[in-house]
């Protein structure tokens, strides 16, 4: 399995990105996003169930990011607007497998990571 994220760059304050991960080698299924800032831990963004009609949220960037998917083209994004320098951090795609979906150890699968960085 290997997932392929991308879209990360760097934006001003306030602005937007959207982020793209592109999964192969397996049957599609329910993803999440994380993300790691420099001397943190790697933290829950997003997560989507494999039909969409589930979503979850951190509270940090509730009402700011939008997850969504792509069956037919084993993809999912995260759509990230409203950017805030705390917002600051290398992004992650991953494949989730079971258990809570906010914990890193539901997915087994992992993109590369992409970086955001946002300037103020």
């Known amino acids: 399995v290997q997932l392929q994220a991308s879209g990360g760059g760097l934006v001003q304050a306030g602005g937007s990105l959207r982020l793209s991960c592109v999964a192969s080698g397996r049957t599609f299924s329910a993803m999440g996003w994380f993300r790691q800032a420099p001397g943190k831990e790697r933290e829950f963004v997003a997560h989507?169930?494999?039909?969409?009609?589930?979503?979850y949220y951190a509270d940090s960037v509730k009402g700011r990011f939008t997850i969504s998917g792509d069956n037919a083209k084993n993809t999912v994004y995260l759509q990230l607007n409203s950017l805030k320098p705390e917002d600051t951090a290398v992004y992650y795609c991953?494949?989730?497998?079971?258990?809570?979906?906010?914990?890193?150890?539901?997915?087994?699968?992992w993109g590369q990571g992409t970086l955001v960085t946002v300037s103020s």
């Open positions: 991953a494949q989730y497998f079971g258990g809570s979906y906010y914990r890193t150890q539901s997915y087994d699968y």
């Open positions: 989507r169930s494999w039909s969409g009609g589930s979503t």
